[in-house]
Structure formats: structure tokens, C-alpha cells
């Protein structure tokens, strides 16, 4: 067995020798979760094939345990937009590591947070002007339903369906998939749910004039649902109309993810009161996430010395996290990666558009950027009718596995479903990717779509089974 963390894993000046340690445990990861974190999810992984053992990653590459390069298109949840160890991003810590720098002081005004807000606000509308930082997007949602309530003097919170702001206990009361509310109920009151596109719903729960904020994510990252033209800045519009904020959710669509810094600059003249960023602005490295608003808000929730910290996050303006995102934003800047995630996302949306007439399950490919959707339908042939039913009666989850297994398995890309019972594959690739990385893809696509294709075929055969133990499984 193998012994304990120390002893042979201690360095040269008697610490822990990571290199070590990593060696000494590679390939153990499911043992170490089925035991001590989470067996449930052990159990999924490796029912689907994907219980893979990473031990290197650079750019949008992956390399697991047997040597084996994948692409990575999934991001960490859109975490890597600059790719996974971003040799720019890692020199710029190094060196300030290498400062012994203070962090977390407290009772001062740290220099690096003012930086970094400095620069997030030269980047987004001008009358953004206060910043809070955070160490998440789900804390950034909860800090804007605080900031809400007490800027308004209103209870109510309107968000859509389908919507994900995050799954701690107040961002959960805003998620619109009953996936993640199941068990956590009583949520926090007042919480309306409205569909995403619909400005009359919108305005009917506004006129009761007790809603504090809209809250909406300008792409949903649940399925990939795209804003109707004209829907976000209207439903600013709506907001200022009747006295609530317009809160924007850019968690995971903000800095460049969408070809716009941020989403809402595809609506035309949105004027958000309060934005939520996060992922990306680590860099791949140190988490951290911010909260820009209106300066009138700011002065609402912050309105006298006695309450300078009535709002306030144990990690809140680490140095370590502002240098990150001080990085990530000059990174972002210098190589154009905006620009880049709409040049590249396109590529990907249309090669993926071109094949939707020669396949039947393919009903829908659309996007912003470097975030895209990919929808299976019913197709019209007898026998792949069969095969969809078939599917859909096993796990309504299930008919985008027969996608994600081979292409994981015999292309090494690594995919993610866009959510819980819907037909859809979401892309969320580095910012980074290039020619070759679209053509590895489309390539593998189109090739899983042949096969799927053919029913009955081999390409069925794994998720049959799959669908066939889940079954087995509920049924205990």
C-alpha cells in the first residue's frame, strides 16, 4: 500500500515533494474519489467511458495517463479560454510570487484590486463604474441579489427558464432547471421564473413593481438559447420602465468568450446596472470573479462608514487573483483573442451548419463566438426513428451520448452535454484554438454522424447499454 503523503514524497528542504506524490498516486484519481469525494459521480464517469487520468494539459490539448493527446473543447466550463497553462499568465505569477508581495491585509486598500478594476472598467460601459470582486460567478449572482434588494427596497427577483446563475442557495433560487433545485426546497421567496425571450412575461411580473431585478444570462449556457434580436435592450428598457435593475449574468460568456467583450454588446444599446463576470478571468490559474455597477447602487448598499463593510468575502482582492486577472485581460488584449473567438466560431458554426441537411438527427447548430450549440432532432427515416425512441424511452439525457463516447473515444475530443433532458452538445473551446483544431473536430463530427447514422450499428450498441443500466439502476 502506498504510505502516507511525507516521508519519501518530502523535497530537499523537507516539504512536500508534489513531483512525488503525483507520481506515486497517478492513475489512483477514481479510487481517491469513490472513497473520499464524490462515488456518485465516479460511477457516472466511468459508465460513460469517461474516466480518463489527465496528467498533462497545455493549450486547448489534454494528455492523459497512457500518453494520449486530446482536445479539449469543453474548458473546464469555459475556465480556459487562454488555453490550460498559459506560459504568458504562469510568467507574470511566478514573478510575483517571487515579490513576497502582502495579500488579504484587510484593514487597508489594496493596490492590485484597484488596478484590476482600473482596467475591467476601461473595458465595459462607462457607467459601470464600482467594482466588487468575488471568488466565484455563483458569488457574484448572490452579491447581485444583494445589491438589488437593498438598491430597490424590493423582495422580488424575476430570472428565465432554463436559467444557471450558479448553485449556491441564492443563485439556486434563480436556476431554472428543477435538475439542481431537487431536495434544496424551501428556495428564497419571491424568485419568479418567466421564458427566456419573452418580454410580455417580463413586463407582466415587472408592473407589480416589487421586482428588484431581472437577472439573465445574454446566452444561456443551458442549451445554448440565443437572445431574439432586440430582447436584451428592451428588457433593460422594461427594467428601467418599472424601477428594477437589469442584471446581466457574463459568468461564463463574458471577456471575449462571445466575439464581444462582453454578450450584451451584441444587443445593440443594452445598458445592464450591474454585470457579473468570473471563469476566464482567472486565466486558467487562480479563481476570482467581479461585480461592476452603477455607482448610485454601490452608494445604496455601502452608505455609510458604519457599513463600508456590510458586503465583504473572507478572499475577496487576493493578490494572487488580481495579478491573474490582470494577466488575462492583457493577454486577451494583446493577442486579439476577441476578434479571434468570432473568426474561429464561426469556422466551427458554419462547417457544422453545412452538414445539417445530409444528416437527420441534426436539427440546429447555432452560436456566438466560441459558444456553441449543437441540437439533435427526430429524424424522418423508419429505422433511425426507432433508434431516437428507443434513446428517448431509456433516458431522455441519453441521445447525446452517442455522440460524446466515440468522440471521445475514437477522435479524443472532449465534449460536454448543454444540460439535463435536451438534445444538445455544447462547444465552449479555448479562445486559443486554431485551423487545425476546427478541422480535428468537424472531421470527428461528421464521422460520429455517419455512424449514428446506421441503425442498428455499433454506435448504438454503448449506450443501449448505458440506457439499459440506468434503467436497472432507478429501478432499485
Known sequence: MPSEPGGEQRGRQGGLNIRSLLEQYQGRNYD????????SNVRTLKTIGFDRCY???????????????????????????FGRNHPQIRRVLT????????????????LLSGLLAQELKKRVLNDLEMVFFTNSGAEGVETAIKYAKCATGRPAIVHCEKAFHGLTYGALSLNGDESFREGFAPFLPDCRRIPYNDLEALERELSSKDVAAFVVEPVQGKGVNLPAAGYLCEAARLCRKHGALFVADEVQTGLGRTGRFLAIEH???VEPDIVVIAKSLSGGYVPVGAVLCKKWIHEKVFSSMQRSVVHSSTFSQGS?????????????????????????GNKLGE??????PRFEFLKEVRWRGLMIGI????PKSLALKTAWGLMHRLDKSLFPQ?????????????????????????????????????????TAFEQVLTQLHKFPGPAWDVVTRIGKLALTKRAR
Open 32 to 39: 481517491l474519489h469513490g472513497s473520499h469525494v464524490n462515488p
Open 55 to 81: 496528467v498533462r494539459a497545455e493549450g486547448p490539448y489534454l494528455w492523459d495517463a497512457e500518453g494520449k493527446k486530446y482536445l479539449d473543447m469543453l474548458a473546464g466550463y469555459g475556465v480556459f479560454a
Open 95 to 110: 514573478e510575483f510570487l517571487e515579490l513576497d508581495y502582502p495579500s488579504l491585509v484587510k484593514l487597508e486598500a489594496p
Open 267 to 269: 444587443g445593440g444599446s
Open 320 to 344: 494572487l487573483a488580481m495579478v491573474a486577472g490582470l494577466a488575462a485581460l492583457d493577454l486577451l488584449e494583446r493577442e486579439q483573442l476577441t476578434a479571434r473567438a468570432e473568426m474561429m
Open 351 to 356: 462547417g457544422l451548419r453545412a452538414m445539417v
Open 375 to 378: 441540437e439533435f432532432g427526430p
Open 402 to 442: 452517442a455522440a460524446l463516447i466515440p468522440l471521445l473515444d475514437e477522435h479524443h475530443i472532449l465534449t460536454q452535454v448543454a444540460g439535463h433532458h435536451i438534445d444538445v452538445i455544447k462547444l465552449l473551446p479555448p479562445l486559443i484554438i486554431n485551423d487545425e483544431d476546427v478541422a480535428w473536430f468537424l
